[in-house]
């Protein structure tokens, strides 16, 4: 099908290939596929692309046109095919509860924007005059046989007006800071990355803008020690409890969590429960809880708990006990 590039483009038939350049680098940030989320942004983006192939092969063979054309018609591999702003990074903490469920925060940074006084473009204010400094302002260089010729730094003036914006330095810049509100998403690690497109330093005319980075950090925590996605901690428990088995309850980032203690001896033990520690993201599932229980036995008791001791003592027979007193004459 036969294009007009030049209307694709919206550049007159008189535009040269600068003029080319800066109507493809503008149209291209609009519609890549990458930035845009139009419906119709890929095949608007090849339309602007073998356009913009073919006015730079208007004076090859026709040969040479129509493989660029062809080539043009490719989806685009890459985002470096648009011009970008600088990206931003920086770290990010939260605390290992936030990383778990998952959290909205406020999050307040310093990024470029265009100088209000000069409108980003560096010149504001009054002219001043300065003397190329190659040429000590006469306009002129010696070079070698050629004898005197005409500086290239200053096209043979001697000299430069410039009109440099006193509140940006002619850099065309200001800093300001920025506040945005973000979504964590839950089972982020120390380390993960959130994107945020767009949320770098801001574009131009002929420029995207850069994106947002946020590297994790998680807080150290109190309890909680994370080990991949494992949760590790260390819990006192009743020195009984571990005797008599029973319900205790287990404190975890998504609420406390009931196991079932089996009877056995008043020693330190491990406890492992699958699925219930760190939350998982993407492919990698939830870690696991793990608990080390330490047993503690009371220091004094009181009369109620002394005589059911003593009751429970009365009522059991506790193997090695009687095999010794038998073995030394007691039983």
Known sequence: MSIDPYAILGVGRDAG???????????????????????????????????????LAVDEPAGAENEAADNAADAPSSADEVPRAADIRLNFEIG?????AGCRKTISYVRGRPCPTCAGSGEAGIARTRFCAACHGSGRVSRGRQGLVACTECAGRGLFTERICPDCGGSGRRTAEVSLEIAVPPGMLPGDELRLAGQGEPGDDERAPGDLYLTVLLRSHP??????RDL????????????????????????????RLDAGRPESREIRIAGRGYPGRGRNRAGDLVVRLAPVFPAELSARQRKLLLQADAAGELAEVEAWRRANGLG
């Open 17 to 55: 290939p600068a003029e080319w350049k800066r109507a493809y680098r503008r149209l291209a940030m609009r519609w890549h596929p990458d930035r845009s989320d139009h419906p119709e942004a890929t095949e608007r983006f090849k339309q602007i692309r073998a356009a913009y192939d073919r006015l």
């Open 96 to 100: 290992i509860e936030e990383g778990a």
């Open 223 to 228: 309890l909680y020690c994370l080990d991949g």
């Open 232 to 259: 590790h901690y260390a819990m006192p428990v009743s020195a009984l409890a571990l005797i008599a088995g029973g319900e205790i309850e287990l404190p975890s980032p998504a609420g406390l969590v009931t196991h």
